[in-house]
């Protein structure tokens, strides 16, 4: 069993930054296509950025050039660099980890862009 631990959510003003967390329980070496989504009120769960194995990036056109996702093998954890924040960002936001075949989920953690 796989947990997955987020952190970093929070209430910002516009143009203001956040770092969110995602800490494994297990090693995330040689694991590909993490990722985060987010899924604000009233709407469908979003892919946000993923990055593989070997630290390639993607990210959705909404957060290209605002948002830096990166991981640390010896940590066990991906990290979501946001900055440039906008209210249309605010959401709840989750890690995904594919292990063993199945996708693991975070918690989720909130984020606020409001004045």
């Known amino acids: 069993q796989v947990q997955l631990v987020e952190s970093g959510g929070g209430l910002v003003q516009p143009g203001g930054s956040l770092r969110l967390s995602c800490a494994a329980s297990?090693?995330?070496?040689?694991?590909?296509?993490m990722g985060w989504y987010r899924q604000a009120p009233g709407k469908q769960l979003e892919w946000v950025a993923g990055?593989?194995?070997?630290?390639?990036?993607n990210y959705a056109d909404s957060v290209k050039g605002r948002f830096t996702l990166s991981r640390d093998n010896a940590k066990n954890t991906v990290y979501l660099q946001m900055n440039s924040l906008k209210p249309e960002d605010t959401a709840v936001y989750y890690c995904?980890?594919?292990?063993?075949?199945?996708?693991?989920w975070g918690q989720g953690t909130q984020v606020t862009v409001s004045s």
């Open positions: 995904k980890f594919p292990h063993g075949g199945r996708n693991y």
């Open positions: 297990v090693s995330i070496f040689n694991i590909n296509a």
């Open positions: 990055i593989t194995s070997v630290g390639s990036t």
